[in-house]
């Protein structure tokens, strides 16, 4: 459904994108990763027909996005990453807006959606959070019903909450058949909803996986405190990843083997255990490190 083949586009010598290939099948939920100016917006840009490739194409639903670029536009569901609003509207002006340049008459899939994300769309927008934007850009590109989906960072300023309401509705377009492209830097919203992922870096796409692997890489760190110095030299002796940090107090490193570091917690006495979220970048640098130890 979403085709990108051989794309390039040079800003500089180290800043574009550089020979990208990839493919969305129909259905499919894909992940865009990768960290800040690597080049995913740039990407979108391109499959929204917004910019011209130096070479190669990208298409969607066998269209190629420069060449047909008012008729992808129109299709395709957009969220920019930073959306830009006309002054002196409220979200609800906005919407109608939208909806007319759509000639979308039907307005039940858009108040749905309002009542889902609980917007108030009276408000005038200028007064609006970041959050509320967010909720006005989503609404914005779901309310049409399109096939094919391109979200650039659909959940930054959206709470925890609103978070939940939106993966929800990514997973049920996904049982309805829709295909979506969505750039992120939450590796949890990313597990949770896609059946593959690019990571891209330097505007290159250094690993194209389907989620299980990439689940595979996904490291934690727990920090544990135990009550004796045996139990510290029987955490320290095992195959984990291991680094003191206080007294009795280690980092222990689990990747894929939560069942050996569940035994070995069994056979210590355990005073304190704490878990940190992995950063989404360090994830993708030790991703990148390993495979390329492995080349
Ligand atoms: N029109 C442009 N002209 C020149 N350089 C550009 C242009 N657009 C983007 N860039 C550069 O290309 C690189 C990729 O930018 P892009 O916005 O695609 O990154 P991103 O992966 O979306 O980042 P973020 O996660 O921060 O949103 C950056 O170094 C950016 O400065």
């Known amino acids: 459904m979403i085709q990108v083949k051989g794309l390039s586009k040079r800003f500089t010598k180290e800043k574009g994108l550089f020979d990208l290939n990839f493919e969305v099948k129909r259905g499919e939920v894909f992940g865009y990763i990768g960290p800040n100016g690597a080049g995913k917006s740039t990407t979108i840009r391109h499959l929204?027909?917004?910019?011209?490739?130096?070479s190669g194409y990208s298409s969607i639903d066998g269209m190629d996005c420069w060449k047909n670029a008012a008729r992808?536009?129109?299709?395709t569901g957009y969220l920019p990453g930073e959306i830009v609003f006309l002054e002196g509207m409220t979200g609800l002006g906005f919407l109608s807006l939208v909806q007319k340049m759509r000639k979308q008459e039907s307005i039940k899939r858009r108040d749905e959606?309002?009542?889902?994300?609980?917007?108030?769309?009276?408000?005038?927008i200028?007064?609006?959070?970041?959050?509320?934007?967010?909720k006005v850009g989503i609404i914005a590109a779901f309310m049409h019903a399109p096939q094919v989906l391109i979200l650039d960072e659909p959940t930054s300023g959206l709470d925890p909450l609103m978070q939940r309401v939106f993966i929800d509705l990514i997973l049920e377009e996904k049982q309805n058949n829709k295909t979506i492209l969505m750039s992120s830097h939450s590796f949890q919203e990313i597990e949770r909803t896609c059946d593959s992922a690019g990571i891209i870096k330097d505007g290159k796409l250094v690993a194209l996986e389907d989620m299980h692997?990439?689940?595979?890489?996904?490291?934690r760190i727990f920090e544990v405190k135990v009550k004796s110095e045996d139990d510290m030299n029987h955490?320290?002796?095992?195959?984990?990843?291991?680094?003191?940090?206080?007294?009795?107090?280690i980092h222990v490193t689990v990747q894929g083997n939560d069942q050996?570091?569940?035994?070995?917690?069994?056979?210590?006495?355990?005073?304190h255990i704490d878990t940190r979220p992995q950063d989404l970048e360090d994830i993708f640098m030790h991703y990148y490190d390993r495979r390329e130890v492995e080349r």
């Open 113 to 124: 959606l309002i009542e889902r994300f609980q917007l108030d769309i009276n408000s005038p």
């Open 48 to 54: 929204m027909g917004f910019m011209k490739p130096d």
């Open 260 to 271: 050996e570091f569940v035994q070995l917690l069994s056979r210590c006495e355990v005073q």
């Open 235 to 249: 955490i320290l002796q095992s195959s984990l990843v291991t680094e003191v940090k206080g007294d009795r107090t």
């Open 126 to 134: 200028r007064k609006m959070s970041k959050g509320m934007k967010q």
């Open 213 to 219: 692997l990439l689940r595979r890489v996904q490291r």
């Open 72 to 75: 992808i536009q129109e299709k």
